[in-house]
């Protein structure tokens, strides 16, 4: 198991200071392909979200544990963990993390099998960034609760 401060040396941390303010929406991203991860992570920090990168599930993994997150993107075929083994440790820890599968084969027979693991979206690859945009910004908003003033905030 990697340490935090190799954790952090081999993550790709990135924060946006312009684009759509999302000051509090935190994305985990992991892709093992290096240039779909960095184009996702430069998408989402572009339009305001503060974004980790990583390349592969064990990696996401000790970032799960390291910070917190509104939303992990992942693909599911990586090295160590893949995606449908990391929903399943989410599962077992009890961690309500909402989770949009971005890959190329959808693991279709693992989730019937196991509806629990379903996660919040999924996107087919190759999709666009305005697709990733989209899919991010619809299920934070089913995340989101009207709190006594009125206002949404975060789960």
Same mark, same amino acid.
């Given at each position: $198991?990697?340490?935090?401060?190799?954790? #952090?040396?081999?993550?790709?941390?990135?924060?946006?200071t312009r684009g759509q303010p999302n000051p509090l929406r935190r994305?985990?991203?992991?892709?093992?392909?290096?240039?779909? =991860? =960095?184009?996702?992570?430069?998408?989402?920090?572009?339009?305001?979200?503060?974004?980790?990168?990583?390349?592969?599930?064990?990696?996401?993994?000790e970032a799960l544990h390291a910070n917190s997150y509104d939303l $992990?993107?992942?693909?599911?075929? $990586?090295?160590?963990?893949?995606?449908?083994?990391?929903? #399943?440790?989410?599962?077992?820890?009890?961690?309500?993390?909402?989770?949009? $599968?971005?890959?190329?084969?959808?693991?279709?027979?693992?989730?019937? =099998?196991?509806?629990?693991l379903q996660p919040a979206a999924t996107l087919l690859k190759p999709?666009?960034?305005?697709?990733?945009?989209?899919?991010?910004?619809?299920?934070? =908003?089913?995340?989101?609760?009207?709190?006594?003033?009125?206002?949404?905030?975060?789960?």
């Amino acid at each position: $198991m990697k340490s935090n401060e190799n954790l #952090k040396a081999g993550a790709s941390a990135i924060t946006a200071t312009r684009g759509q303010p999302n000051p509090l929406r935190r994305i985990l991203v992991l892709e093992d392909d290096a240039s779909i =991860r =960095r184009l996702s992570a430069e998408a989402l920090a572009f339009s305001g979200y503060q974004v980790v990168a990583v390349e592969d599930g064990a990696d996401g993994w000790e970032a799960l544990h390291a910070n917190s997150y509104d939303l $992990m993107i992942t693909d599911n075929g $990586m090295p160590r963990l893949t995606g449908v083994k990391l929903l #399943k440790k989410l599962h077992a820890e009890e961690i309500p993390l909402p989770v949009i $599968m971005a890959t190329g084969t959808l693991p279709a027979g693992e989730l019937a =099998r196991n509806p629990w693991l379903q996660p919040a979206a999924t996107l087919l690859k190759p999709y666009t960034i305005v697709e990733l945009l989209s899919t991010v910004k619809n299920v934070l =908003r089913g995340t989101e609760k009207v709190d006594s003033q009125g206002g949404t905030t975060s789960r």
